[in-house]
Structures are given as C-alpha cells and as structure tokens.
C-alpha cells in the first residue's frame, strides 16, 4: 500500500511537471477549473430565489448537501478521474507499457489525475459547505462533529469507486467513456440535490446499486437533525463507511477481472 | 542464478476473432501461437523473424507479461510473469518500436531519473547506471531536451536507455531500427552488442531487417503460423534458405541474355539484367570478370536476399 502511494506520487509529479512545461494552458486551466465550478453553485442559488425551498430543504442545506456531494466528487475526480482514458489506452495499446512497468496497473493509470492546478475545484466545494454549515442552523454535537469528515472520506471512496468500476467497464467497451460519465460525474450531481425528488425506483437504484445516496443525502440528514422524508431506518445515516467498503470491493474485483480479461484476449 | 533466462514449454495463445456484421457475428479461434517451446540461455543473443501477423508479437508479449498464455508455460529467471508480474517487471526491459515509455513533455534527463524511480533504485547505482548510457549512447547533448523535440532516432536511443535504467536481464526488442537512417541503425546496433557482451544481458531481438540479425543474432529463430519453423544460427539460415544472391548489370547495350556458368538471368529489362548466383558455385567477382568479358559493362549492384525473400523460402520447404 505504501508502495503504491510512493509510485502514485512519483507518476503524479512527472504529469505535473509535464503540464507545467506548457505554461499558458497550465495557468488557463487553473483558473477556468475554478471559475466554472464558482458559477455551479450559482446557478443553484439563482434557481432557489424562485422556488424559496427545494424538497423541503433551504438553500442553506441545499448548501451542506451540494457541498459533501461536490467535495467527494471533486476529490474522486483529482485522485482518480483520468483512469476513464484507459479505455483509450487500451484502444492505442498503450495499457501494453503499463503492464510493462513494476507497480499496479490502477495506481499507473490514475496517477495522472492528480493534477494541483485543479485543486481549486474540491476546495471551492469545501468553501460553499462550511459556509452552509454554519447558515444551516445544524445542532452541533460531538457525533455531528466526528460525522463530517467521516462522511467526506467515505463519500470519496464511494466516488471512487465509481470511477473505477466505470473504467474497468470501458476496457471492455472501449468507447464508452461518455455512458461511463453519466454514472461518475452524473451520480455527483445528482448527490447534490435531496433524494426526497427523485422518483422511487430512483431512489432505490442510487441507494442500493450506486450508493450515491450515503455521499451526501443521508449523513446531511443527520447533521441537519432532520426526520427522514422517506422513512428509511435511523442508522443509514451512518452507513456511509458500509457503502464504501461495498461499492471499492466492487470496483475493485471489477477493475481486476477487466485486466485479466484484457491480458487473455490481447483486446 | 542459474537455468535459462527464459523458457517457454508447448506455450499457445488462441484469440476470438469476430467476423461479420450486427449481433449475428461469427466466432472463430485463432491460435496466434501454436505451440512454441524453447530455451534462451543467459547472455544470450536472439533474433526473431517472420512476416506480419505470425505471431512473433504476441510471443513477445507471452515472455514479459502483457498476455496470459492460452496453453502450457513460461518462465522468465524461473518466474511466472503473469502471476509475478510486478516481480519480473523488474527484470526485463522492452522496447516497442514506435511506442515510446519516455515522458513526451519532459526533457529527456527527467523521464530516466523518474523511471529510476518507479524501478525503486538506490541513488548511487542509478546515477552510475545513467552516466553509463548515456556515455555509450551518446546522450548527453539530448539530456535536457523535451522528448517531443527528439528525432526518431534519438528518441530510440532515450528509449533504449529507458528500457536499460533498471539493469533488466533480458531485453525485448521490437523493430528498434525501423525508421532510423543508416548512421542510427549503426549507432543503436553497436550500442546492443556492446550491451550484450559487456553487461550480459540477455536480448531477444524482433525484427524484419536481416541485417540487424546479421550483425547481432548469434541465434535465430523464424516464426510462421504461431510456430517456430527454423531455429539456429544465421548461417545455417542463409545456408538453408538465402544464400542466392542477384548480380545487377547495366549493359552498353541491350543483350541476349548472358549465359555465364554458375549464374541464370532471371529478368532482362532494356541493357538491365538480373543474374542469380549461389555463393557457394561462384564468388560476386569472378561473375563480373565473366561478364565483362563478354559484354561491355556501364554499371552494376549486388542485391542480398531480402528477409522476406528468405522467410518465404523457408516456408515453401516446412511441410505445411
């Protein structure tokens, strides 16, 4: 495990410094990354001046749930986001020279991701949740303390995850990197809204498949001190480290059996 | 350690090929190898032929790793490189023609420091083993250029170093001279039997240009159909299969074709004639003298065999 940070490190500050060779679009990117997602969290302020209160929720809590949703994906996103380019690699056959080298092929192919002019993105998300906290009118209590970053690991595991049961499906279907997108980026966005609004097969779909509900929705019931609009029992509010060790051992297992599947048929 | 460094035992690989169109596709398997067994022995020097789509690549790819094999074993320094993956990475390096392992944006320096790095090497042997390469390469004008600014063929010598930071026992080659110039062929094929003779390491060489197996192959093998059909020294190779050679002459004017022993005219084209001859019945010169006592004589070239002719030959006596 150590090992395989210390190679995640070594890949990532090669990719870094292969992006600062580039100087102009290295500052672009830097800003534009921030800029937009600064315009996110806009657009969702502007929409609740016309509809006051959205599920139930105000834009204060709309806040805590937009701001766990967003972190954990943005922080999924920078540690793992480019492994959706190895459906590319695959295609090119490059995942050849991966398999070449002396370290996991995950750790190779995800090190590129972690690229610090983005690091924008995860903190403006973390910027608009401590705000909303502290507008929210949550009951502060030790429980409620320990659950925040709790919820912000295990959210980004559960991203993760995500990210890399989508990749390991597009060794298969090389070009399904846009279908995967709907799952990774998609699941992010929709964690930023209350589940009360979706319709139920929904709902059961993104709390027992994709268990994007735990990233956000349930542990900012219980922050918020709020009863569950839908009824489900108490303690999935802090199942969160549940959902992530289910949905990495998924992915994981996944991403294994595509790289034993590309190495036996040579894709 | 002793033992080969690398043995493969009645190895196949069978691939699925899905032909047609829509959802009724038809399926059928193809052995892209189809039983190869051998024994490459430390220090050894490999050379590898045969046409496109014989399986050599997949063979390659059986030895380092990349591919699970279908049937029977390999082992590379006694270890199974698809369940020891990580293992025998360190122990081979690869170079893949055209695909290169450096960083495209770093200057060249960088990506052999930052792969010393990932292979986990001790500071000091690396920078020896670095200083090395680059001294027999000739490296050091290219170290801080971007290895996108790199000509093909000194982005072949990066990669070669790139392939050699870790000190691998065995190297795997892939076309590394296609595409290069003259000079660069000669510059990477004496850096290899420099490599070979002096540090020992292992190289199997892939390749469709005969003279790189020439210069360097004290062994050959030439693989059809997924099959190893000759294996043995170069010369038991020509000698088998290629040691017809083609005398071109450019004549004063057009002629009759030359009769002249030892040699038949195989095509006649204005004053252009192509003779065939066997090294064995008569010598490049002596078939000149002869001619150009007969025939005023403007010009002429010797052709070798190419490695296709040569591959081909072989084919037509294996008895398939």
């Known amino acids: 495990m150590a090992e395989a940070l210390r190679l995640y490190l070594v890949l990532a500050r090669a990719e870094y410094r292969s992006a600062a060779q580039h100087r102009a679009s290295f500052a672009l990117l830097a800003l534009t990354s921030t800029l937009l997602v600064a315009l996110d969290f806009v657009v969702i302020a502007f929409l609740l001046q016309r509809i006051p209160r959205l599920g139930g929720f105000s834009l204060a809590e709309l806040g805590v749930l937009y701001g766990l949703a967003s972190t954990a994906e943005r922080l999924a996103d920078l540690m793992v986001g480019d492994i959706e380019k190895v459906g590319v690699q695959v295609k090119a056959g490059t995942f050849d020279l991966v398999l070449l080298r002396p370290g996991p092929a995950l750790v190779q192919v995800a090190a590129p991701s972690c690229r610090p002019q983005m690091l924008g993105r995860p903190l403006q998300a973390l910027v608009i949740l401590g705000i909303s906290l502290s507008q929210a009118g949550v009951p502060w209590s030790w429980d409620r303390v320990a659950l925040l970053p709790a919820t912000v690991a295990c959210g980004t595991l559960i991203m993760v995850a995500v990210w890399v049961a989508g990749a390991a499906f597009t060794f298969v279907a090389v070009d399904a990197r846009e279908s995967m997108n709907a799952f990774t980026y998609g699941g992010g966005v929709l964690a930023q809204y209350p589940l009360s609004i979706y319709a139920s097969w929904f709902r059961h779909l993104f709390t027992f498949v994709l268990p994007v509900a735990f990233v956000s929705w349930f542990p900012a019931l219980h922050l918020l001190g709020r009863p569950d609009p839908l009824g489900l029992p108490e303690w999935f509010r802090f199942a969160a480290p549940v959902a992530a060790d289910a949905s990495t051992t998924v992915a994981a297992v996944a991403w294994r059996a595509a790289v034993r599947r590309y190495r036996s048929t040579g894709s | ?320």
């Not at chain 2, 460094?5 to 009645?10: P, S």
Request: glycine share 8%.
């Open chain 2, 1 to 320: 350690m002793t033992g080969p460094i690398l043995l493969l035992d009645a190895v196949e690989k069978h691939f699925t090929v899905r032909r047609g169109k829509g959802w009724h596709r038809e399926r059928t398997v193809v052995k892209a190898v189809d039983g190869i067994s051998l024994e490459v022995e430390r220090g050894a020097f490999v050379g590898c032929l045969g046409p496109n789509g014989a399986g050599k690549s997949t063979t390659v790819k059986l030895c380092t790793g990349i591919l699970v094999p279908s049937a029977g074993s390999v082992r590379v320094a006694g270890l199974d490189p698809t369940r020891q993956r990580i293992e025998v990475a360190g122990r081979i390096g690869a170079v893949f023609g055209q695909r290169t392992t450096l960083w495209w944006d770093l200057p060249l320096r960088d990506s052999l420091d930052l792969l010393a790095r990932v292979y986990r090497l001790p500071a000091d042997r690396h920078r020896r083993r670095i200083d090395q390469l680059v001294e027999l390469l000739d490296l050091g004008p290219l170290l801080p250029v971007p290895v996108r600014q790199l000509s093909l063929g000194q982005r072949m010598r990066g990669d070669l170093a790139a392939a050699l930071v870790h000190e691998p026992e065995i190297l795997h080659l892939d076309e590394p001279t296609v595409g290069l110039d003259v000079v660069s062929k000669q510059r990477v094929r004496e850096f290899l039997a420099r490599e070979n003779a002096e540090h020992g390491t292992t190289v199997v060489l892939t390749t469709h240009d005969l003279t790189d197996i020439q210069r360097l192959c004290r062994r050959v093998l030439v693989i059809d159909h997924g099959k190893v059909v000759h294996d043995g020294s170069i010369d038991d190779l020509m000698r088998r299969f290629g040691d017809e050679r083609t005398l071109v002459v450019d004549l004063d004017e057009p002629a009759a074709p030359i009769q002249v022993a030892g040699a038949r005219v195989v095509r006649v084209d204005g004053p252009r004639q192509w003779l065939r001859f066997r090294s064995a019945d008569v010598s490049a010169a002596q078939l000149v003298a002869a001619v150009a006592a007969t025939h005023g004589l403007r010009d002429l070239s010797v052709e070798e065999p190419d490695v296709d002719e040569v591959v081909r030959r072989l084919y037509g006596t294996s008895d398939r």
